[in-house]
């Protein structure tokens, strides 16, 4: 299950070994120990210019999931499940309205990410929207046992 993660911003530490190694508990958890991720860590900026190319919408916001096209594979045929860009600017200052840790945010919009490379969207399916809410307090809670987001998170 490799995890790819590329690190672009510079204002905020991030251990990219300890992430790649929660990712990697993210994933098994999910039960796709088959399948490739990439992660990119950005700041504002970053993630402002992907939402507006892709999204048509002019702001930045915390994570964005690109999915890899069914069937795609890697060189080993581990399915490539797709790129999750994550701004670490605005997850330090969520971290902060959720009452968690910078490291937990970043799990947590990881774990939402992810749903979304796997399908589900909280957007247009309350159905999707009960499940990814589920989903992602049963995985945080895997990876940071007795500890979910609390204050402002709708997660």
Excluded: C
């Amino acid at each position: 299950m490799p995890v790819l993660v590329n690190n672009d911003q510079s204002a905020n530490k991030v251990d990219v070994r300890w992430l790649k190694k929660e990712a990697r508990r993210v994933l098994k958890a999910l039960e796709l120990e088959d399948d490739e991720l990439s992660i990119l860590l950005t700041d504002d900026p970053g993630i402002h210019e992907l939402n507006r190319q892709y999204r048509d919408k002019d702001q930045p916001t915390d994570v964005l999931s690109f999915p890899q096209d069914d069937g795609a594979v890697n060189e080993t045929g581990d399915r490539l499940l797709g790129d999750v860009v994550i701004s670490v600017e605005t997850a330090d200052r969520q971290a902060r309205d959720h009452h968690l840790s910078l490291q937990e945010e970043l799990i947590l919009l990881l774990i939402h990410g992810i749903l979304h490379l796997m399908g589900y969207d909280h957007e247009t399916s309350r159905k999707d929207a009960r499940f990814m809410k589920t989903k992602t307090q049963e995985v945080f809670g895997h990876i940071f046992p007795g500890r979910q987001p609390s204050g402002t998170s709708n997660f």
